[in-house]
């Protein structure tokens, strides 16, 4: 997810896709442990849109994004 779509959510949808995301990455990492992995530059995208999401919500905290 862009950074412009994820600017347009609110906390609550933010919140709730990072948790979504969370599980994913677990998954991930239990496929990449175990050499199942089709596509691990699935795991370094997700992990960059988290922290898209955790840096989105720690500025809208902060009160600096609306």
Known sequence: MKLEELKKLNAEEIQVRLE????EMENLRIQ???RQLDNPLRMRSLRREIARMRTILTE?????RK
Do not use: D, F, I, Y
Not at 20 to 23: G, I, K
């Open 20 to 23: 979504e995301a969370q599980v």
């Open 32 to 34: 990449h442990s175990t």
């Open 60 to 64: 809208r905290n902060r009160g600096l």
